[in-house]
């Protein structure tokens, strides 16, 4: 299955965005997805994921705020984001969940948001 990640932009702290993983491949549906972001200088970490059943998890960090969704029948992902602070600027990017240890995967180049303060 192949990913593209869209939807970022520039918010004020407070404000919302919504990211969307629109996918391509048959498979889509038999896989679980997930969220990650890059901040600067930071490792990349898993933000939100939801199984192929639609079972969802978050990180400590953006529960309560963060909200992943999928539509199977347009293959896409969301993640809605809201009450955005500083530190959730970062490059977004989705991709398969959970990622195998032994293989290697295509990240594109995700979707850029900023959180001003």
């Known amino acids: 299955v192949q990913l593209q990640a869209s939807g970022g932009g520039l918010v004020q702290a407070g404000g919302s965005l919504r990211l969307s993983c629109a996918a391509s491949?048959?498979?889509?549906?038999?896989?679980?997805i997930g969220w990650y972001r890059q901040g600067s200088g930071k490792q990349r970490e898993l933000v939100a994921c939801i199984s192929s059943g639609g079972s969802t998890s978050y990180v400590d960090s953006v529960k309560g705020r963060f909200t992943i969704s999928r539509d199977n029948a347009k293959n896409t992902v969301y993640l809605q984001m809201n009450s955005l602070k500083p530190e959730d600027t970062a490059v977004y990017y989705c991709?398969?969940?959970?990622?195998?240890?032994?293989?290697?995967?295509?990240w594109g180049l995700g979707t850029q948001v900023t959180v001003s303060s």
């Open positions: 991709n398969v969940w959970p990622l195998a240890y032994d293989k290697r995967y295509y």
């Open positions: 491949g048959s498979t889509f549906r038999a896989n679980g």
